[in-house]
């Protein structure tokens, strides 16, 4: 897959997740990395964890894509959301992919990084 040219997004949340939950997140985790994985646009998806920190690195070939995965995952995110506190969010991509998402993500207040220069190889 390539992506258009300027159009890649990505999403970069961090959630803490109490000690006692860890396992049934672990859980929720593995269900929204099913989800995702057929979804086409979907770059890239994946979980890190240190302590009771969770990160999740996922790249969008645009905003739409994004969008679409958050209908996908909705159901278990909510569920997910339940345990874990969201410690802090960022979005980067191109100015106008950013714009399309600010509504849909403002509940988040997420930090807004705006593509300066540089390149994907997908």
């Excluded at 057929?38 to 990160?55: M, R, S, W």
């Excluded at 905003?63 to 979005?91: C, I, Q, T, W, Y």
Aim: proline share 6%.
């Amino acid at each position: 897959m390539t992506t258009k040219s300027g159009s890649f997004v990505s999403i970069h949340p961090y959630f803490r997740v109490p000690p006692e939950r860890r396992l049934e997140a672990g859980e929720l985790l593995r269900q929204m990395v099913a989800r995702s994985s057929a979804e086409p646009a979907n770059l890239f998806y994946e979980f890190t964890i240190q302590g009771d920190v969770v990160f999740c690195r996922e790249g969008y070939a645009d905003a739409d894509a994004l969008l679409s995965h958050l209908e996908n995952v909705g159901p278990v995110l909510g569920e997910f959301l339940k345990m874990a506190a969201v410690l802090r969010v960022e979005v980067h991509g191109p100015a106008a992919e950013l714009e399309k998402l600010k509504s849909a993500l403002a509940h988040l207040r997420p930090e807004w990084f705006e593509l300066e220069c540089g390149f994907t190889r997908v």
